[in-house]
């Protein structure tokens, strides 16, 4: 872990990166360390995409309890999203990101600019043009996860916070994570080094101060394909969970289903919520892993060949940290 560490260091030390958590489990063996101005192993991280993995469970609890099933059509639960293709999209599709909806809105912008709250969004998901038939292709889409959340929300007349605390978080020990900022105060988590950040997060315009990742709105949103807060302990719990399932969140199967590849055929390999490697994760990974990235510089993969769990959180958007911290570190570990 000494080389993986090293190379995070560095990028401290050269004034590139503010904050930084390594987590790596192999094993019985646990290695955690803190850099730049995250204090200890606990801090809290925005996690960005890691969230859809979040969201995602919480679909699945419903699924274990019979009140849902991956092959529905979405229009059951949400009666107005049935003009055209769309009423044949399923469940499994908004999930798997083969539903045909795009990744952001095209007024994304504008409704960050003017927060708008996330039922604006999901009256704008169910009406955006899809991209292709549903089923036929693969196109990541943040807005397949918000209509599955919608889904949560509609069934158990709950917010996905609550519910996913609740549901997800309190039984796997994730005592550091919410979606949203939850009983956390902004200052309690780690900054955003914005200035890098994508276009559709602001990409470091002083207007978009506002709405961006660092933004109380932003913050508190609660967005289900990118809002959650957690530490890289809480994720690497969370990970754990798919690895050694106990049943106390999914069952056994149902764990087992999420992180299989549901995209045969297509571009990219996807289960339910997560990536599913090798790609993504470190270069020796194997096709048994699995886990998620996030824009905001976050990576989180599990290898089941090898008993591995690792997690990197950085401050550092993906755009930069991807191919000089995250891709680097995984694959020192992947390799170890």
């Known amino acids: 872990m000494k080389a993986a560490a090293q190379i995070i260091q560095k990028q401290v030390d050269a004034g590139v990166l503010e904050s930084a958590v390594l987590h790596v489990r192999r094993g019985q063996d646990t290695f955690q ?24 469970a ?22 107005e999203f049935s003009e055209g293709a769309r009423k044949d999209i399923t469940i499994e599709q908004l999930l798997t ?3 045909g909806l795009p990744d952001q809105l095209e007024n994304n912008t504008e409704l960050r600019s003017k927060h708008a709250p996330l039922a604006e969004f999901v009256r704008g998901a169910i009406r955006t043009p899809l991209l292709f038939a549903p089923g036929t292709k693969y196109h990541y889409q943040s807005m397949g996860l918000l209509l599955a959340a919608e ?20 039984p796997l020990g994730m005592t550091r994570t919410a979606l949203g900022l939850g009983s956390y105060k902004l200052e309690d ?28 709105y ?4 609660a967005a289900p394909w990118g809002g959650a807060h957690g530490s890289a302990g809480d994720v690497a719990r969370f990970l754990d969970s798919f690895m050694f399932p106990t049943g106390k ?28 490697g090798p790609a993504g994760f470190g270069k020796d990974c194997s096709e048994k892993s699995f886990g998620h990235s996030g824009s905001t510089g976050t990576l989180a993969w599990a290898d089941q060949a090898t008993d591995t769990t690792c997690v990197i ?9 991807s191919s000089t911290i995250l891709q680097p570190v995984a694959d020192v570990i992947s390799a170890a």
């Open 33 to 56: 360390q803190a850099f730049g101005r995250a204090k200890d192993a606990e801090a809290i991280f925005l996690l960005a995409s890691i969230t859809k993995t979040l969201t995602a």
């Open 218 to 221: 932003w913050r508190n949103l």
């Open 97 to 99: 990101h083969t539903s």
């Open 189 to 216: 988590t780690i900054r955003c080094q914005t200035e890098h950040a994508a276009p559709e997060s602001g990409a470091g315009d002083p207007n978009a101060q506002t709405w961006d990742w660092n933004s109380p």
């Open 313 to 321: 959180l950085t401050s550092l958007p993906s755009r930069i940290s």
């Open 151 to 170: 889904i949560v929300e509609r069934i158990t007349k709950t917010k996905l916070p609550e519910f996913l605390a609740e549901e997800v978080f309190q």
């Open 249 to 276: 969140v999914l069952r056994t199967k149902t764990a087992g289903w999420m992180i299989r590849n549901h995209t045969e055929g297509l571009e990219a390999h996807r289960g339910i919520g997560f990536m599913i």
């Open 58 to 79: 919480g679909v699945m609890v419903l699924a274990d309890r019979g009140e849902l099933r991956l092959g529905d059509k979405a229009v059951k639960f949400i009666p």
